[in-house]
């Protein structure tokens, strides 16, 4: 319930400010009641309950009566903003300082609240325009002066010698264009008025046979899979600048390209199973001619052999869900991110990838959430649990539990500061390990301590918010600690939570996928275009290349990742005819 106090003041828009929360059970409004039917006169706390009652009623009437209000908005302006910051839940910053040993919440949090407040941060220098460094994908044109050469004599003082700066003058030129422009050859023809023979000027020899140029696909893919735009909006929009391009043939544009890619990609699963480290996660997603069916193995049967034998494998028959597992993989220094869209898990798709691992290789470090249904099965792995989730159940309950839910909160900023020091300081695993193990262990052993005081003195309620989350703390610590054990295990998973981040953009916008294939083509290209954007590659150059070279890298793609494909063009001269890789 809401707490309406502000009596009818109004903010600077003429509204009147969003509501405070108020804890209150049905037993209260119960009992409430029934001292109104009984025609009881009713205590102050009660009037105010009532009041809040009747307040938050109006309230949110106000709000439902906005046309153009959303769900996510209501949320917002009911409940403030989703970050989770240690600022933005506490209300303060934090300067990184560990918890007092053996400290109190309520302790900790008055002796906080004392303290005086920090000056605020300068702001970053800089005048926030990029460089012409940074302009890295522009084309590089050479302009040498019109009149002067390097050695010729100086015009102004007749004495001096010319000579060639390092560093040229630099003038960005941007211009806007179609995302797919078009260009229409006008040629000439010439026809004899006697014998009627016509004589049509020859083609530029730069221009090829096709309409559709390799690089219309890597466009339409790139902006498709890797921004979320629809094939309908991408429609509309060449639409309106006068080169059509209708949807169904961008969709036939990607699928025919999708063949001559899917060497690179199976050879990124391939190197992604070497990796060290693996994040997993999955997202809930759509595709239509699943829809409203359930797995069931007398389907399986009527697809082919092979097909049938790996929908069968690990399938609950009343399985209904669509999911999109993200799978992050950390492999001799670049990351690699693959996404699988189906009826199977994130830890399914995990055994996938893992089965191509070399069986010289130990098990990797998983990073992965509590869910039991990350777990790649039978294939061993290091476990490690999130951090920022076990986090975010005490965020979330930090209007009840204060108190505790500030020191706890500030306990975690600790280990993160730590984190943050030692990636600016560029430490080897090895020495991050003894570095969390000097900085970091101390806190989470008080830390640890705290937590079972809670439960064990009967200190909160198990069945509460904040015991709840006292239990999962408690229950994974061997997991959510492995970073104080092992070398290179990191603190939560946000590495993964952001790859799949492309899946909810692209769920968003196009809404589903509407076939099996549809879904295995995005996901190919979603794995490419982010791999790209995580190894600082070009994505759509890449895509290009792959095309224009796809019997070279069908014939060797270990030499055509995006992190070393442009060494390899550089050795390669022979550029055979573009052939459908199958």
Known sequence: ???????????????????KIMEVDRKQLDELLEHAEAGQALSKEECQLLRAAFGSLSYLQNLLSQKNISIARLRKLLFGASTETT???????????????????????R????????????????????GAEAYWGAERIQVPH???????????????????MARPATLIRIVGQAPVPAKVYELQRLRCNLCGKVFTAQVPQDVGADKYDITVASMIGLLKYGTGMPFNRQEGLQESLGVPLPASTQWKLVADAAPRLRPAFEELIRQGAQGDLMYNDDTTNRILERMGKRFDKAEAKNSSAAESKKEDEGKDPQRRGIFTSGIVCSCAGHLI??????????????????????????PPIQMCDALSRNLPGELKTILAHCLAHARRKFADV??????????????LAVIYKNDAKARKQNLSPEARLQWHQAKSAPVMKELHQWLTRQIDDRLVEPNSGLGQAISYMLNHWSELTLFLRQAGAPLDNNVCERALKKVILHR?????????????????????????????????????????HAPQVAAQPQNWMPWNYRQTIDGVTDTAPLETVH
């Not at 809401?2 to 903010?11: I, L, Q, S, V």
């Not at 300067?95 to 309520?106: I, K, R, V």
């Not at 505790?404 to 500030?410: P, S």
């Not at 809404?511 to 590659?537: E, N, P, R």
Request: hydrophobic share 30%; with cysteine.
């Open 1 to 19: 319930m809401f707490d309406h106090g502000w009596a009818g003041t109004m903010n600077r828009k003429g509204k009147p400010p969003p509501p």
């Open 87 to 109: 600022k933005s839940v506490l209300g303060e910053e934090v300067d990184g300082a560990s918890p007092p040993a053996g400290a109190e919440a309520g302790e900790e949090a």
């Open 111 to 130: 002796s906080s609240s004392d303290a005086p407040e920090a000056a605020p941060k300068p702001p970053p220098p800089g005048h926030g325009r990029h």
């Open 146 to 164: 019109a009149s002067l050469h390097p050695g010729d004599d100086c015009p102004e003082c007749q004495q001096g010698t010319l000579y060639q």
């Open 337 to 362: 991110a693959l996404f699988f869209t189906g009826w199977r898990h994130a830890g399914e798709n995990l055994r996938d990838v893992l089965v191509r691992r070399a069986s010289e290789r130990g």
């Open 398 to 411: 930090v209007q009840y539990f204060d108190q505790e839910v500030r020191y706890v909160l500030k306990a």
């Open 508 to 548: 968003k916008n196009a809404m589903f996928y509407l076939t099996d294939h549809g879904a295995q083509v995005g996901d190919m290209y979603m794995s490419l275009i982010y791999t790209c954007q995580l190894c600082g590659a070009n994505p759509f150059d890449y895509l290009t290349e792959l095309q224009r």
